[in-house]
């Protein structure tokens, strides 16, 4: 097992190489110069010059892709070239907002998604399965920015229920965070359901016509017993492995509903500093999606290895 995670950690680090260079050159062909937003109007040429060789945008892109993976394996991410704050900082102040509304997503997501699909598989053939298929397919179809505002229409500005907009940490009033994550965090969950969904029942599926179970059910095992202690045992395997992806995408993917209701996490982040041309926060976000993307991925080896023995010998 401690082999197989190896091998899987060594594959990361090339990864994540290409992925900082990736990002590091297709930042440099944005159009337009960060260096005269900051020049501010007037723009005196010998203020541009101090401000290129201060960010070393003057430097050769190599050198500069040099200095920024040094100051990367420094634990530096640079500071933000539009309000001169560390780029670390500004992570640890968003990454806690982007992982609270995909952690309330991901929760929302399996209560939906997971039910959904095992009543699915038990009732194949049924009306019921097939309003599952529907509701699903129309959960991965709907836009999350006109779901959110479908849903500030109706439930705040109509019905008056829950805040339209704003972020409220819930180490300063828990309840009122719960409220102003309950919409985003629901709008988000759609897709992720529905990809549960369609996935727990086709593992269900699979594992209601295996061996074991008509063997459970020739033994006189009670249909409930025989869904939920045998064959959902077994179909959770790729689910458990899917779950630690899908929390990966949701921690890149929430760009769109952040913006919607206005939640100051990653999304926001990334989408203000690509406008300002703010290089060092694009580059230092876009790295720590990564890492965390990469870090799932790793963690859904390990699950799989775990909740499969026969791959622990491989």
């Known amino acids: 097992m401690f082999k197989i995670i190896l091998r899987r950690v060594l594959v990361a680090i090339p990864t994540l ?10 930042q440099k062909i944005l159009p337009g110069d960060p260096v005269l937003t900051l020049a501010g109007e007037e723009r005196d040429p010998a203020v541009l010059d101090y401000l290129r060789d201060k960010y070393r945008l003057n430097d050769p892109l190599p050198v500069q892709y040099g200095a920024w993976v040094s100051q990367v ?24 907002v982007t992982l609270q509304l995909a952690a ?20 194949k053939g049924t009306a019921t399965e097939m309003g ?6 129309s959960g991965m179809s709907i836009p999350n920015f006109w779901l959110g505002i479908l849903l500030i229409m109706l439930v705040s500005v109509k019905w008056r229920l829950l805040p339209a907009s704003g972020y409220v940490s819930p180490f300063e009033d828990f309840w009122m965070s719960m409220k102003t994550m309950l919409m985003p965090a629901l709008v988000l969950s759609t897709a992720i359901a529905a990809y549960l969904m369609r996935h727990t029942r086709s593992a269900m599926l699979e594992a209601l016509s295996a061996d074991y179970v ?3 059910r020739a033994k006189g095992v009670s249909p409930r017993r ?25 921690l890149a993917g929430a760009v769109l509903t952040e913006q919607v209701f206005t939640i100051p996490g990653f999304g926001k982040l990334i989408v203000d500093a690509v406008f300002t041309r703010d290089y060092a926060v694009v580059q230092g976000v876009v790295l720590c999606v990564a890492v965390g993307f990469i870090v799932m991925n790793l963690l859904a080896d390990i699950l799989y290895i775990l909740v ?3 791959l622990r010998h491989a």
């Open 132 to 137: 599952a298929n529907v509701a699903a397919l």
């Open 226 to 250: 025989v869904v939920l202690r045998h064959a959902l045992r077994n179909a959770l395997m790729p689910i458990v492995t899917l779950v630690t992806l899908l929390f990966g995408e949701l």
């Open 104 to 123: 309330m997503a991901m929760f929302f997501a399996l209560i939906i998604g997971v039910p959904m699909g095992i009543v699915a598989a038990v009732r």
């Open 17 to 26: 190489i290409l992925v900082s260079m990736i990002v590091f050159m297709l």
């Open 73 to 96: 394996l420094q634990g530096d991410l640079g500071k933000s070239l539009r309000t001169d704050v560390p780029v670390t900082r500004l992570i640890a102040q968003k990454l806690p």
């Open 214 to 216: 008509r063997t459970a």
């Open 308 to 310: 499969n023995p026969r």
